[in-house]
Nanobody, 124 residues
Framework: VQLVESGGGLVQAGGSLRLSCAAS????????MGWFRRAPGNEREFVAV????????DYADSVKGRFTISRDNAKKTVSLQMNSLKPVDTAVYYC??????????????????WGQGTQVTVSS
């Protein structure tokens, strides 16, 4: 299974970017897909998740109202629309997929597959 992210780049504060993640390879049962990020010197943190069947979403407080996660079931892709970007959003963003629910949406260790990451840099 491969998850491939695209859409990262450099943007000024207040701008927007849209990240996409496509799953390929062996067919797997998708329970949910999400986004995490890791800023320099920081640990990886949860950003957003979408349940595959219901479309229900959850967001980190730091991105609520600015980021929107969405999915395309047929294409098995997940996107993250990021608006009103801030310098603190600068990080490598990772797509992740899980095949079941564990104890938390926010624990990266409970996701089964990961992308290679895409850099998002927000300048002030």
């Amino acid at each position: 299974v491969q998850l491939v992210e695209s859409g990262g780049g450099l943007v000024q504060a207040g701008g927007s970017l849209r990240l996409s993640c496509a799953a390929s390879g062996r067919t797997f049962s998708t329970y949910a897909m999400g986004w995490f990020r890791r800023a320099p010197g920081n640990e990886r943190e949860f950003v957003a998740v979408i349940r595959w069947s219901s479309g229900r979403t959850d967001y980190a407080d730091s991105v609520k109202g600015r980021f929107t996660i969405s999915r395309d079931n047929a294409k098995k892709t997940v996107s993250l629309q990021m608006n009103s970007l801030k310098p603190v959003d600068t990080a490598v963003y990772y797509c992740a997929a899980r095949t079941s629910y564990g104890s938390s949406w926010y624990k990266g260790s409970e996701y089964d597959y990961w992308g290679q990451g895409t850099q998002v840099t927000v300048s002030s």
